[in-house]
């Protein structure tokens, strides 16, 4: 299938690792033009150099954490280069916990990790892909927007958030011809993975490898994904064929979700 988006321009957070890395990976081999961003440099420049054609391609060095210097950044670089046509919302998720047990700032920080970074994105992109008539916006959540995931208390509250604010937002763009959807990834083989396995292993005073095959087996896929299948799905949903799918969420969990 031609997907229709060479010489394209995507914005790809999270970049230098996991489905960020992989998205980037996969968008470059339809030909678009890359933009990576991330907060380490060194990481950014060693994936930039894996890109098909690195030439074609740059990186932004923002760290989420810190949401106007992300706007500062990324507003520079379209004003010196150019707009985009596509773009990827991935950051790494808070830390898990019973949501008891949060405080405030654990909940303040991922508001402003998911929510205002992913809003300020929005703000400086969207104008561009109206005049353009064309616009991708695809945010990278976790299923727990469906189903709250155990000792993940902060991260279900702040999904949860994240994908009414997508829900919200694709139906006040659609009619400039810009989808906004949301891709849920259920356990995928990434860092992420391995740190809640491991805290979910020593809290139930287990091996990791215990643990490992008992969450590979929530799925009735029975086993993780890789990073590249979640990179796919988020490939075709910013693409020309995907321009009637806006405002849903899909799940990329092997089965995992219980509801449809």
């Not at 280069?81 to 898990?96: A, D």
């Not at 997508?166 to 259920?186: D, H, Q, R, W, Y």
Request: net charge neutral.
């Amino acid at each position: 299938m031609d997907l229709k988006i060479k010489n394209k321009n995507a914005l790809v957070c999270g970049s230098t690792q996991g489905i960020g890395k992989a998205t980037a990976i996969a968008l470059a081999q339809e030909g678009v033009n890359v933009t990576l961003v991330a907060r380490n440099r060194d990481k950014l420049k060693a994936v930039l150099a894996e890109l098909p054609n690195p030439e074609q391609h740059s990186y932004i060095v923002a760290d989420f954490a810190n949401p106007r210097d992300l706007q500062e950044q990324v507003i520079k670089f379209i004003e010196r280069n150019h707009g985009f046509h596509i773009v990827i919302n991935n950051t790494g998720g808070p830390r898990s916990g019973a949501i008891v047990t949060a405080s405030l700032e654990e909940f303040e920080n991922a508001f402003t990790m998911h929510i205002k970074c992913n809003h300020i994105l929005a703000k400086a992109t969207i104008p561009f892909m109206k005049t353009e008539g064309f616009g991708r916006i695809v945010n990278v959540i976790s299923t727990s927007v469906k189903e709250p995931i155990p000792g993940l208390g902060v991260s279900n509250t702040i999904r949860g958030a994240v994908g009414n604010w997508s829900k919200t937002l694709s139906n006040e763009v659609a009619p400039f011809g810009i989808t906004v959807n949301n891709v849920l990834p259920g356990f995928t083989d990434t860092e992420r993975l391995a740190e809640i396995i491991k805290i979910k292993a020593n809290a139930e005073n287990t091996s990791i490898e215990n643990m490992t095959e008992t969450m590979k087996n929530y799925a009735p896929a029975k086993r993780f994904a890789q990073p590249e299948e979640t990179a796919n799905v988020i490939t075709f949903l910013a693409s020309e064929a995907a321009s009637y799918v806006t405002g849903i969420n899909i799940p990329v969990d092997g089965g995992r979700t219980k509801s449809l």
